[in-house]
């Protein structure tokens, strides 16, 4: 990660621990709502879990958040539910099957919002 210190030199910081643990990243797209799905909000259940992320266009001073939302799923090798909230109002849902068959997880999967 690189941080931008307005008047000094940046500052860089490396990410140097071991992979012991499993993940997705959403990149939503929005069809209804705006392009980028700015405002949208997943809730993810796996195992015991449940995890809320809002898609952010910023959220500080002369910085920017990543669109895609990041989940991390500790040891569970499966995602039992998501459900998106987007912006035009329309949620879309997945079960476990359907992830399982459509997505998977220690990736970045892209998810269009359906047209209606």
């Not at 621990?17 to 797209?29: E, H, I, P, R, S």
């Amino acid at each position: 990660m690189a941080i931008n210190n307005q008047t000094n030199v940046p500052t860089l910081y490396f990410n140097e621990l071991g992979k012991d643990g499993n993940w997705v990243a959403l990149k939503l797209v929005g069809s209804q709502s705006n392009r980028s799905a700015v405002g949208a909000r997943v809730r993810l259940r796996a195992g015991d879990k449940t995890m809320t992320r809002q898609v952010e266009a910023g959220s500080g001073f002369s910085s920017q958040a990543m669109l895609p939302v990041h989940f991390g799923l500790g040891q569970n090798r499966a995602i039992d539910e998501v459900e998106i909230t987007w912006p035009s109002g329309q949620v879309q849902n997945y079960n476990r099957d359907e992830w399982a068959a459509a997505f998977g997880i220690n990736q970045l999967v892209r998810i269009v919002e359906e047209a209606r």
